[in-house]
């Protein structure tokens, strides 16, 4: 018998192995072409930033008609594009002082990184060494649509996602340090995307306790740094005049926030061909290719406009609270009904827990795009693991569901791929990821669940 599987075994691997290095090949291919070639225009932001604190100057306007120029290639507002405290403009500065296109060639291989480093802490806390299993994820990884999207784009979510995933392996040590640790990297999150901190009332729940000391313990922290490295005038100035701005607006804006020297812009871009711009005197793509603007991972945009059309306007930030709050007191009813305790769960149950949170925080994120499903990543290697363990049929049907969640939100959009359905593109494009969100949350929910309910009847025999 195991004769007959040995050559099978290395069938599998040599099958795997192919397919892994065209699917990487691929990925690496497409990183290097948008090093290269395109803007990576939320990258863009975060170094014109940088730029603007080395030159002495405020992060949060466009300074296109300083000499130089300090323009990010698609800023039309008198604000910056930039949205983030002004303590992470401060930690661009170094990045900004390289020049543009090996920066950004080195942010795209570092978020690169970043993506190998969350999955691989992943795999080590399932205990997943076997070359099938590595082997297995790195395929669907490579060919997960958004995750080009966050490289064409250049956005942080790839770094959040590894403070995410140490956060969480450094929560379950033994150690208090660690633990206090855990939370502190929760804080340094929240600092680079401001809706993690809605993971706080989920470290009540789980009573992570010395984590919660950590994350307090962190804000105050960063909180005094930025007061000593920015200045309390740039943080009050972000508090009272910025953040309302991009709560209400994000990097967008009314016609009377447009740039008012708009004579500058045009000589930027007099000798620029169409779909093109420039920044620091080069010329980059605007975008390498284009994908649905509908396409939303939080259901705060789309709930925003349907409100406004009824008369009744939140802005984003009002919006997202109310929606999280309805969502957290559901995953508490739900967490109390089944009398869930943290610490009796196993290392995969956690992981199936803070995935759980993770999509809370994405559907009820007030700013978050394509880009931002890569924390969905996790959820690859802790699916396969389920499906290598699982023996119930129904713990088998709940696996399927989540399963097919990952293929919907892997799958490119109809813009990428105009191909992927035959009708109804927009409504495919407008409602794949929240599907796919909410498909995964329903799965991990009764994934967790059916876990939980076996094991009480294991005790009762």
């Avoid at 097919?404 to 892997?410: E, H, K, Q, T, Y």
Wanted: with cysteine; charged share 15%; proline share 5%.
């Amino acid at each position: 018998m195991n004769q007959e599987r040995e050559p099978r075994q290395v069938a599998v691997r040599v099958i795997f192995i192919v397919l892994l290095l065209i699917a990487a090949g691929r990925l690496l291919g497409f990183a290097v072409r948008f090093s290269r070639e395109s803007l990576q225009m939320d990258f863009s932001a975060f170094y014109t930033a940088g730029e603007a604190l080395n030159y002495g100057l405020s992060p949060y306007q466009n300074h296109i008609t300083h000499v130089p120029p300090i323009w990010d290639g698609v800023d039309v507002f008198q604000h910056s594009r930039f949205l983030y405290p002004p303590l992470v403009a401060t930690l661009f500065q170094p990045i900004a002082m390289l020049p543009y296109p090996v920066a950004k060639f080195l942010w795209t291989l570092f978020s690169l990184g970043c993506i190998g480093f969350a999955l691989a802490i992943t795999m080590k806390m399932l205990g997943q060494n076997r070359l099938e299993e590595i082997l297995g994820v790195g395929v669907f990884v490579s060919l997960f649509y958004p995750l080009l999207t966050l490289l064409e784009r250049g956005q942080i979510d790839a770094f959040t996602l590894a403070i995410i995933m140490l956060a969480i392996k450094w929560g379950n040590e033994e150690h208090n340090h660690w633990q206090m640790a855990s939370g502190m990297l929760w804080s340094l999150a929240a600092l680079f995307k401001l809706h993690t901190l809605f993971v706080f009332p989920f470290l009540i729940i789980s009573r992570r306790w010395k984590a919660i000391l950590g994350f307090i313990a962190s804000g105050i922290l960063l909180l005094g740094v930025s007061v000593g490295v920015n200045g309390l005038p740039s943080l009050l100035d972000y508090m009272q005049n910025q953040f309302p701005r991009i709560s209400r607006f994000g990097e967008g804006g009314t016609e009377e926030m447009k740039l008012r020297r708009m004579d500058k812009l045009q000589n930027l871009l007099s000798d620029v061909p169409s779909g093109f711009t420039q920044k620091n005197g080069i010329l980059y793509r605007q975008e390498s290719f284009s994908f649905s603007a509908a396409s939303n991972v939080t259901v705060i945009r789309p709930l925003a406009h349907r409100l406004a059309a009824i008369g009744l306007k939140l802005n984003y930030s009002q919006l997202s609270l109310l929606v999280f709050f309805c969502l957290f007191v559901l995953i508490w009813i739900w967490w109390a009904r089944y009398r869930l305790n943290y610490m009796k769960l196993s290392i995969a149950q956690q992981l199936m827990f803070w995935q759980i949170v993770l999509i809370v925080i994405l559907l009820s994120g007030p700013l978050t795009w394509v880009m931002n499903i890569v924390w969905l990543l996790p959820a690859v290697p802790l699916l396969l693991h389920k499906y290598l363990s699982v023996e119930d049929k129904r713990a088998a049907v709940y696996l399927s569901i989540g399963i097919i969640a990952l293929f919907i939100a892997a799958i490119p959009d109809a813009v990428s791929f105009p191909l992927i359905v035959p009708y109804g593109e927009r409504v495919f494009n407008a409602s794949k990821y929240l599907l796919a969100e909410a498909l995964l949350l329903i799965s991990l929910m009764l994934l967790l669940t059916r876990d939980v309910y076996l094991a009480w009847r294991l005790d009762q025999r």
